[in-house]
């Protein structure tokens, strides 16, 4: 299962050591976009491209399956 984590930075090994002494959450920093309608469409865009990704793996698995039946 695939996720999209847009809105959460990644982070390094040193960063996460540092979030973990981070008591005042200073440190949290988030994608962000300049508006809440491009935030929106990213979201969307994101969205459908895992039902994309969702419908292509379902297609992949059946025709494997049908083909070792064969």
Known sequence: M???LFLFGSFGFFEG???VLDLGGTMAVYNESPTT???DNHALYS???AVGN?????INS??????TES
């Open 37 to 39: 309608e491009e935030a």
């Open 47 to 49: 969205d459908w491209q």
């Open 62 to 67: 059946y025709v494997e399956d049908q083909e």
């Open 17 to 19: 050591m540092g979030r």
């Open 2 to 4: 695939m996720t999209n």
């Open 54 to 58: 969702d419908i292509r793996n379902a």
